[in-house]
């Protein structure tokens, strides 16, 4: 019965979910210098992919959340505590999110698992990593958990961990808890850079139109999907989109050690992103439910050196299952 009781304790002000998820993106600082490697796709597009080496046979493949990349802070932080312990990472930068517009009129969306496959495959084929390690944030995480479940009956054994941090696996309703009233704030930073690089693509795409009037006025994350998202991607409309690209559907399958930690206090998610039947079900699906944390944040001090629960956590779970799998 997979759900872990979590030990995760913040000091009171980290109490607050939206100090705890936007106090690591404000104050938190820290840098990386990448090297980055741009590989060129089968539908003659690019991945940009950050690469953060110190010379280990394990790799960690980090996929950032919505509008992220490689330079989100929470994406640093990991990078820098896993090169730390001693593992290399690689950021995977979602199509048009790596600085540079990709070439295509589609970007990315929750469910695009064939490029999470064409990145793997990619590191399976160019590099000689004894295991490889799949972490995501948000959307990220929502990918890898698709990914996991889907590939479960021809994954690569090479693939002996995923974990997912702070997951809408449910789009439907995490759409619908986004855009409460709690959430005005992020859901408009959210559509702001959505719609900038919507309105990018319409000029370098006239001859696919685009209604622009409808992404400028768009207050919901349903009418960028009605205009943008479905038809590009080939759904029939939001709600199909929902239904094929959430995460929760493929959980049941999945048959490689997967850790997904969601904080009860998120205001990103809905209850039906709280897995505990699935979890409870599985032998391979672990689920860790924790009092406070926020999306993507987990911090539980001011002072920063004290602030690495959750990378801890991560690392906890890679070594644990890595070496369970090689004994």
């Keep these: 019965m997979p759900v872990?009781?979590?030990?995760?304790?913040?000091?009171?002000?980290?109490?607050?979910?939206?100090?705890?998820?936007?106090?690591?993106?404000?104050?938190?600082?820290?840098?990386?210098?990448?090297?980055?490697?741009?590989?060129?796709?089968?539908?003659?597009?690019?991945?940009?992919?950050d690469f953060s080496l110190v010379g280990s046979k394990i790799l960690v493949l980090l996929i950032h959340g919505l509008e992220g990349s490689s330079k989100s802070n929470y994406i640093i932080s990991t990078t820098n505590h896993l090169n730390k312990k001693g593992l290399d990472a690689v950021c995977f930068n979602l199509r048009g999110c790596s600085g540079d517009d990709n070439l295509l009129l589609g970007t990315y969306h929750s469910g695009k698992t064939e490029d999470v496959d064409f990145v793997i495959n990619h590191l399976l084929k160019n590099y000689n990593y004894d295991s490889i390690v799949i972490l995501g944030f948000s959307l990220g995480g929502n990918l890898i958990l698709k990914y996991i479940g889907e590939q479960?009956?021809?994954?690569s054994p090479k693939i002996k961990v995923g974990i997912a941090i702070s997951v809408p696996i449910d789009i439907a309703t995490g759409e619908l808890e986004l855009e409460k009233f709690k959430n005005k704030i992020y859901l408009n930073r959210f559509l702001k850079s959505m719609k900038t690089k919507i309105l990018e693509k319409s000029e370098k795409f006239p001859e696919l139109y685009i209604d622009k009037e409808k992404i400028s006025k768009a207050t919901r994350f349903k009418h960028l999907e009605s205009v943008y998202t479905a038809p590009v991607f080939g759904?029939?409309?939001?709600?199909?989109?929902?239904?094929?690209?959430?995460s929760k559907p493929h959980l049941s399958k999945i048959k490689i050690p997967t850790l997904l930690i969601n904080s009860k206090d998120d205001t990103f998610l809905s209850k039906k992103c709280y897995p505990f039947d699935e979890a409870n079900s599985s032998n391979s699906f672990f689920l860790e439910v924790t009092n406070y944390g926020?999306?993507?944040?987990?911090?539980?001090?001011?002072d920063n050196s004290k602030n690495s629960w959750l990378e801890d956590r991560i690392e906890k779970f890679i070594m644990e299952n890595i070496q369970n799998l090689i004994l």
């Design 4 to 49: 872990l009781i979590s030990d995760f304790s913040p000091s009171f002000p980290f109490k607050n979910a939206h100090l705890n998820t936007i106090y690591r993106s404000v104050f938190t600082k820290e840098s990386n210098n990448y090297s980055r490697k741009r590989i060129t796709t089968w539908d003659n597009d690019f991945i940009d992919l």
């Design 152 to 155: 479960a009956e021809k994954i």
């Design 235 to 246: 759904f029939k409309n939001p709600e199909d989109y929902w239904a094929k690209a959430s």
């Design 294 to 302: 926020g999306h993507c944040g987990f911090i539980s001090s001011f």
